[in-house]
Protein backbone atom coordinates (compact mmCIF):
# COMPACT_ATOMS: atom_id res chain seq x y z
CA UNK A 1 0.00 0.00 0.00
CA UNK A 2 2.77 2.27 0.61
CA UNK A 3 3.81 1.67 -3.32
CA UNK A 4 0.33 2.56 -4.12
CA UNK A 5 0.75 6.17 -2.04
CA UNK A 6 3.89 6.84 -3.51
CA UNK A 7 2.41 6.09 -7.19
CA UNK A 8 -0.10 8.90 -6.43
CA UNK A 9 1.75 11.38 -4.39
CA UNK A 10 4.14 11.35 -8.14
CA UNK A 11 2.03 14.57 -10.40
CA UNK A 12 2.86 12.10 -13.39
CA UNK A 13 0.04 9.52 -11.73
CA UNK A 14 -1.69 12.62 -11.03
CA UNK A 15 -1.25 14.49 -15.37
CA UNK A 16 -2.01 10.68 -16.00
CA UNK A 17 -5.46 10.15 -14.15
CA UNK A 18 -6.17 13.41 -15.36
CA UNK A 19 -5.67 12.78 -18.81
CA UNK A 20 -7.85 9.73 -18.69
CA UNK A 21 -10.66 11.61 -16.81
CA UNK A 22 -11.10 13.67 -20.01
CA UNK A 23 -10.29 11.20 -22.27
CA UNK A 24 -13.52 9.14 -20.56
CA UNK A 25 -15.59 12.95 -20.90
CA UNK A 26 -14.45 12.88 -24.29
CA UNK A 27 -15.56 9.68 -25.61
CA UNK A 28 -18.63 9.74 -23.85
CA UNK A 29 -19.36 13.29 -25.13
CA UNK A 30 -18.74 11.52 -28.94
CA UNK A 31 -20.69 7.99 -28.49
CA UNK A 32 -23.55 10.62 -27.45
CA UNK A 33 -22.88 13.65 -30.14
CA UNK A 34 -22.67 9.78 -32.29
CA UNK A 35 -25.86 8.70 -31.27
CA UNK A 36 -27.62 12.63 -31.56
CA UNK A 37 -25.80 12.75 -35.18
CA UNK A 38 -27.20 8.72 -36.12
CA UNK A 39 -30.59 9.24 -34.83
CA UNK A 40 -30.32 13.14 -37.20
CA UNK A 41 -29.51 11.52 -40.40
CA UNK A 42 -32.26 8.68 -39.73
CA UNK A 43 -35.08 11.64 -39.65
CA UNK A 44 -33.24 13.58 -42.11
CA UNK A 45 -33.54 10.47 -44.43
CA UNK A 46 -37.51 9.29 -43.62
CA UNK A 47 -38.25 13.51 -44.14
CA UNK A 48 -36.01 13.58 -47.47
CA UNK A 49 -37.96 9.87 -48.74
CA UNK A 50 -41.44 11.53 -47.20
CA UNK A 51 -40.63 14.78 -49.25
CA UNK A 52 -39.91 12.20 -52.68
CA UNK A 53 -42.84 10.57 -52.34
CA UNK A 54 -45.17 14.06 -51.74
CA UNK A 55 -42.82 15.29 -54.82
CA UNK A 56 -43.73 12.23 -57.01
CA UNK A 57 -47.29 12.36 -56.21
CA UNK A 58 -47.93 15.98 -56.98
CA UNK A 59 -45.92 15.44 -60.03
CA UNK A 60 -47.97 12.48 -61.26
CA UNK A 61 -51.23 14.56 -60.33
CA UNK A 62 -49.59 17.47 -62.36
CA UNK A 63 -49.06 15.55 -65.13
CA UNK A 64 -52.50 14.20 -65.04
CA UNK A 65 -54.18 17.44 -65.07
CA UNK A 66 -52.25 18.65 -67.43
CA UNK A 67 -53.47 15.41 -69.76
CA UNK A 68 -56.71 15.88 -68.87
CA UNK A 69 -56.53 20.09 -69.75
CA UNK A 70 -54.55 18.82 -73.10
CA UNK A 71 -57.53 16.51 -74.09
CA UNK A 72 -59.55 18.74 -73.18
CA UNK A 73 -58.06 21.58 -75.34
CA UNK A 74 -58.01 19.14 -78.29
CA UNK A 75 -61.94 18.26 -78.03
CA UNK A 76 -62.64 22.00 -77.64
CA UNK A 77 -60.57 22.87 -80.98
CA UNK A 78 -62.47 20.52 -83.21
CA UNK A 79 -65.59 21.32 -81.54
CA UNK A 80 -64.54 25.22 -82.67
CA UNK A 81 -63.90 23.49 -86.01
CA UNK A 82 -66.58 21.71 -86.57
CA UNK A 83 -69.02 24.74 -85.37
CA UNK A 84 -66.72 26.81 -87.45
CA UNK A 85 -67.62 24.39 -90.67
CA UNK A 86 -71.39 24.23 -89.73
CA UNK A 87 -71.70 27.80 -89.93
CA UNK A 88 -69.98 28.45 -93.05
CA UNK A 89 -72.28 25.98 -94.49
CA UNK A 90 -75.43 27.33 -93.20
CA UNK A 91 -74.43 30.54 -94.63
CA UNK A 92 -73.99 29.32 -98.01
CA UNK A 93 -76.76 27.20 -97.48
CA UNK A 94 -78.47 27.55 -101.01
CA UNK A 95 -81.80 29.17 -100.97
CA UNK A 96 -80.85 31.96 -98.51
CA UNK A 97 -79.46 34.20 -101.37
CA UNK A 98 -82.45 33.94 -103.20
CA UNK A 99 -84.89 34.68 -100.74
CA UNK A 100 -83.20 37.58 -99.72
CA UNK A 101 -83.36 38.94 -103.06
CA UNK A 102 -86.97 37.98 -103.01
CA UNK A 103 -87.62 40.14 -100.72
CA UNK A 104 -85.72 43.16 -101.18
CA UNK A 105 -87.52 42.88 -104.85
CA UNK A 106 -91.00 42.42 -103.36
CA UNK A 107 -90.34 45.44 -101.39
CA UNK A 108 -88.84 47.45 -104.20
CA UNK A 109 -92.12 46.45 -106.14
CA UNK A 110 -94.37 47.41 -103.41
CA UNK A 111 -92.58 50.82 -103.75
CA UNK A 112 -92.53 51.01 -107.38
CA UNK A 113 -96.53 50.68 -106.98
CA UNK A 114 -97.04 54.09 -104.94
CA UNK A 115 -93.95 56.07 -107.14
CA UNK A 116 -94.87 54.97 -110.43
CA UNK A 117 -94.02 57.98 -112.56
CA UNK A 118 -90.36 58.02 -113.32
CA UNK A 119 -89.95 54.55 -113.14
CA UNK A 120 -85.61 53.71 -113.57
CA UNK A 121 -84.86 56.35 -110.96
CA UNK A 122 -88.00 55.21 -108.68
CA UNK A 123 -86.93 51.84 -109.05
CA UNK A 124 -83.48 52.40 -108.35
CA UNK A 125 -84.45 54.20 -105.23
CA UNK A 126 -86.90 52.01 -104.18
CA UNK A 127 -84.17 49.10 -104.49
CA UNK A 128 -81.95 50.49 -102.45
CA UNK A 129 -84.56 51.48 -99.65
CA UNK A 130 -85.67 47.58 -99.82
CA UNK A 131 -81.93 46.49 -99.31
CA UNK A 132 -81.03 49.11 -96.43
CA UNK A 133 -84.69 47.40 -95.07
CA UNK A 134 -83.54 43.99 -95.03
CA UNK A 135 -80.33 44.98 -93.69
CA UNK A 136 -81.68 46.59 -91.17
CA UNK A 137 -84.47 43.77 -90.36
CA UNK A 138 -81.75 41.09 -90.20
CA UNK A 139 -80.34 43.48 -87.14
CA UNK A 140 -82.04 43.52 -83.50
CA UNK A 141 -85.37 43.59 -82.60
CA UNK A 142 -87.03 43.47 -86.25
CA UNK A 143 -84.95 40.10 -86.54
CA UNK A 144 -86.41 38.43 -83.81
CA UNK A 145 -90.08 39.57 -84.72
CA UNK A 146 -89.60 38.49 -88.05
CA UNK A 147 -88.67 35.32 -86.90
CA UNK A 148 -91.24 34.89 -84.31
CA UNK A 149 -94.15 36.33 -86.49
CA UNK A 150 -93.39 36.22 -89.94
CA UNK A 151 -96.09 38.30 -90.95
CA UNK A 152 -95.04 41.28 -89.03
CA UNK A 153 -92.00 42.22 -90.18
CA UNK A 154 -94.42 43.03 -93.59
CA UNK A 155 -96.52 45.30 -91.48
CA UNK A 156 -95.28 48.78 -91.89
CA UNK A 157 -94.67 48.11 -96.42
CA UNK A 158 -97.93 46.61 -96.25
CA UNK A 159 -99.70 49.69 -94.59
CA UNK A 160 -97.89 52.17 -96.51
CA UNK A 161 -99.35 50.82 -99.91
CA UNK A 162 -102.88 50.17 -98.12
CA UNK A 163 -102.42 54.18 -96.88
CA UNK A 164 -101.40 54.98 -100.74
CA UNK A 165 -104.36 53.46 -101.89
CA UNK A 166 -106.41 54.78 -100.30
CA UNK A 167 -105.49 58.25 -100.59
CA UNK A 168 -105.18 57.98 -104.63
CA UNK A 169 -108.75 55.86 -103.99
CA UNK A 170 -110.37 59.06 -102.31
CA UNK A 171 -109.17 61.54 -105.17
CA UNK A 172 -110.62 59.92 -107.68
Excluded: C
Aim: aromatic content about 4%; cysteine-free; glycine content about 6%.
Amino acid sequence: MDTFLTILKHPFTWGLLLGILILIFVLKNNITVKGHLKKEIKRLTEERNDLQKHLNTQLKINAAGNEALDKQVLELKEHNEILRMNLSTLQQKPGKQEAKQLHVTENAVRMMREQAPGFAPAWERALQQAESDYANAENGLQKIVRKILPSLGQTSNQTLEVKSKDSSGSDS
